[in-house]
């Protein structure tokens, strides 16, 4: 298939996936429309710290007329539009109105600041931003916006849900007639969104999905995972990351017909009452969160009864937290490997014990290709650990508008290089042993060194940098930066670093946790940087 911002699947592959009945031909648009004709009266979405119930057909009546507000705005198909907003119900109305007229929400994180949200919007030639008020989201979001605008000229409209909007257009104004202003659907084929990639480069890549491919992944997760229009999942995560919004996340389960509820933080303070009043059955966690929860669920006097799946991913959970979280929270774990750019693994509900625990699953589909490969990338012997690189029905072709960096990120005949080292078991499921690329997986939260080292470089008395990750007993890991100083550099501490990167404007949880400044870096035989010695001193 051709697009000219993103390399899909070749027809081959592509006739392929639809004739296996994976690619089923619909649209996010078709989907909802579909559950609202059988499901009108089910709650679809539920905000109750805000006091919202939607039933299927009030959503869906929702995203058409602000579909047709958006088009209103000359807002269309292929345009992008950076959605960056908290967990709320206006998330699924602006969403699934853009997906409607095709046009493609760029789904930021509430973290993210400035140098993103600018770099999102200038990447992507966005023509509107869609953001919550500062009461709402806990950051003043409507002045961000003002900033950015003033930057990129693409941008023409900012949307702000909340009543603080300031100078921009509030979002519940935008709404219209359904049929007041025609607009052209998407196909199955075309591009729904385009998600973040946790990345390891300078900025971050663009991740371009489809109905068709995105929409298998939720169907195909939500056989694995139990999902059936009875299910009720809670969004303890950012709403718009793939982990919460797939796997099978809050799409999965409209997909399903059943209930999603949005949790306003992840605590167990705000999350116990809420699994308590609705009944929630299903929720996905990364693994200190999941820690936390599991530390609270004895004592609390709230019923978690309810809850028959915890989804745990986005980092490696260890065997002996994996062991802890079923019995004290009295559900079933199921571990989750997934990335944004495609593939997802689970353990199975119905998997033996100790293969849920110590291992994080295997493919959803029958057609998801996997090779673990050597440095040459020559297949490793069975069981060893090596390169795991991947192709299927689901998994991204190309980043949108990268074909350098495409050439490094997938080989020649299509296969995704993840970055991740892994193992697989006799039974097929995979065990990730580590990670290749050069990225800090900070309880779930990626981060790419050289974005940070970018940022830290431009601080003027700073010769060079290296980031690292630092093993943490909480979050897995965190990072720290490693810097030379300017022989003229007067004196300094730690905290200035931190402060600089801080107003530099980028998202907190990449604010290097500790700053050490060095003479020298250890260097490879090469004579680059090593980044494995570095990371070793760091742990010691
Ligand atoms: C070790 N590393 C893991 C796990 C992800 C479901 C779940 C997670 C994500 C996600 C996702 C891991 N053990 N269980 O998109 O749909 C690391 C790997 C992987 C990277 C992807 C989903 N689960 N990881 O985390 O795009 O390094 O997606 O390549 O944010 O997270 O990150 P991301």
Known sequence: MKHPDAPLWPQDFAERYRAAGYW??????????????????????????????????????????MAA??????????????????????????????????????????????????YFCEFTEAVAYVVSDARLGGFDFPALASRVRAEVPTLREVFVAGSDTGPH???????????????????????????????STGVPKLIPRTHDDYLYSLWGSNDLCGVTEDSVYLVVLPAAHNFPLSSPGSLGVLYAGGRVVLCPAPD??????????????????VPPLALVWTEAAPDSRHDLSSLDVLLVGGAKFSEQAARRVGPAIGCTLQQVFGMAEGLVNYTRLEDPYETIVTTQGRPISPDDEIRIVDDEDH???????????????????????????????????????????????????????????DQINRGGEKIAAEEVENVVLAHPA?????????????????????????????????????????????AAYKVPDRVEFVSAFPSTGIGKVSKKDLRSAAAS
């Open 268 to 285: 167990p303070d705000t999350a116990f009452p809420l699994i308590a009043s609705e009944r929630v059955t299903i929720t996905g966690l």
């Open 169 to 199: 257009t509030p979002l519940r104004d935008v709404p219209t007639e359904p049929h007041a202003y025609p607009y052209e659907q998407p196909e199955p084929s075309d591009l729904a969104f385009l998600q973040l990639s946790g990345g």
């Open 462 to 506: 700073v010769h060079d940098v290296s980031v690292v990750a630092v093993p943490d007993d909480y979050l897995g890991e965190r990072t720290c930066a490693y810097v030379i100083l300017r022989a003229d550099a007067g004196p300094l501490k730690p905290l200035a670093i931190k402060k600089f990167v801080r107003e530099r404007g980028l």
């Open 69 to 118: 507000g958006f088009a209103s705005y000359g807002i269309g198909k292929g345009d992008r539009v950076v959605v960056q907003l908290p967990n709320i119900a206006e998330f699924f109305e602006v969403v699934f109105a853009l997906f409607r007229i095709g046009a493609l929400p760029v789904f930021a994180l509430p973290a993210h600041r400035h140098t993103e949200i600018r």
């Open 379 to 437: 297949e490793v012997e069975p069981g060893e650990t090596g390169h795991l690189l991947t192709r299927g029905p689901y998994t991204i072709r190309g980043y949108w508008r990268a074909p350098e960096h495409n050439k490094r990120s997938f080989t020649e005949d299509g296969f995704y290089r993840t970055g991740d080292m892994v193992r697989m078991t006799d039974s097929g499921h995979l065990v990730v042993e580590g990670r290749a690329k």
């Open 24 to 65: 089923r031909g619909e649209t996010f648009g078709s989907m909802l429309a579909e559950r609202a004709a059988t499901h009108a009266e089910r709650i679809a979405i539920a905000d109750p710290a805000r006091g919202i119930r939607w039933t299927y057909r009030e959503l869906d009546e929702r995203a058409r007329r």
